[in-house]
């Protein structure tokens, strides 16, 4: 259970992260689990693989990612301990493949929707986002991009990074100018975290200001999600949870200290009603919000609500 444990903690810390990284490590990680009981009995096997499922599923709420990927990974009907760990593997090795591949075809499905000449805003640091952005300007179209810093961990940083490693030409922006300069903008893509049924957006927030804003402005909003971020509980009436981060994040501990009458609030994500946005780009196709249930059904599966 170490190194289950050690992935588990660095995805609570985000030294992994990103709701797709995430993911594959949780899928990765309960499949090298599944592989070091193989002298269990099956009751015990059973037992200690479910402990290990809710460990990694405990360690951040709001990326259905994460649950999705832990549940198509575990589910077995063998008998035998042998048996069980070959299905696991092979559902992990499904996923984790699978997971890669739709970065590509989101990228590609993605950048038909980018014009040469566009300003591109996104927010955070979105791997599926970033592969629309990259095939477009592969493709040999003419864009630049408007990447916020989005406090408090400032993944955008990451982003600009990675946007400047492309030769992609690119303007940081501080969050709360986001609406300032929606006017430079000609459309919006961000990533996703979760999708509920109703085509609701949780991604991190500040996302739906950017929604808000695009709106205003009356440019498009497009949301790059591989069809596992979707949620098959929203189904059932379950809302996703606001992830509550530590104030440490926002503010010196010991500042804070000196503060009695302040506290901290410190919601990781949002949600951005399905109203804001125009098209969310998966890897087997483009779909308006409206469709989330369509997704969920036909490339999920509904048992997965269960
Ligand atoms: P990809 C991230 O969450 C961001 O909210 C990002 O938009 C989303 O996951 C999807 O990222 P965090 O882990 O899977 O930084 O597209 O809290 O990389």
Not at 81 to 99: L, Q, T
Not at 138 to 151: C, F, H, L, W
């Amino acid at each position: 259970m170490d190194e289950l444990n050690t992935t588990a903690e660095k995805i609570r810390t985000m030294e992994i992260r990103g709701a797709g990284r995430i993911a594959v490590a949780a899928s990765a990680a309960l499949r090298d689990y599944a592989m070091s009981l193989r002298a269990l009995p099956m009751d015990e096997f059973n037992i200690r693989v479910e402990e290990a499922a809710r460990t990694l599923v405990d360690t951040r709420p709001t990326a259905v990612s994460l649950p999705n990927a832990v549940a198509l990974t575990k589910r077995h009907t063998a008998t035998n301990v042998p048996d069980a760990i070959e299905e696991i593997s092979g559902n992990a090795e499904r996923f984790i493949k699978n997971a890669g591949e739709a970065l590509g075809k989101i990228g590609r499905i993605g950048a038909e929707r980018i014009r040469d000449g566009d300003v591109i805003m996104t927010h955070c640091n979105s791997h599926a986002a970033l592969s629309i952005i990259k095939t477009a300007f592969d493709q040999g179209k003419d864009i630049s991009v408007i990447a916020t810093e989005s406090r408090p961990r400032r993944q955008g940083f990451i982003t600009i990074r990675e946007l400047n490693d492309h030769g992609i030409p690119t303007t940081l922006i501080v969050d709360s100018a986001v609406r300032l300069t929606m006017k430079k903008v000609d459309l919006v893509v961000v990533g996703a975290d979760s999708i509920s049924v109703n085509g609701a957006l949780i991604n991190k927030v500040g996302t739906s200001q950017l929604a808000l804003a695009a709106q205003e402005a009356r440019r498009n909003v497009i949301v790059a999600a591989e069809t596992y971020k979707f949620s098959p509980r929203t189904l059932l009436g379950e809302m996703v949870e606001i992830e509550d981060r530590s104030s440490d994040e926002v503010i010196d501990p010991q500042v804070l200290k000196r503060l009695p009458n302040v506290k901290v609030s410190n919601p990781a994500f949002d949600v951005t009603p399905a109203e804001y946005i125009d098209l969310i780009i998966t890897e087997v196709g483009a779909f308006p919000p409206a469709m989330a249930f369509t997704v969920i059904k036909d490339y999920l599966g509904l048992e997965l609500a269960l």
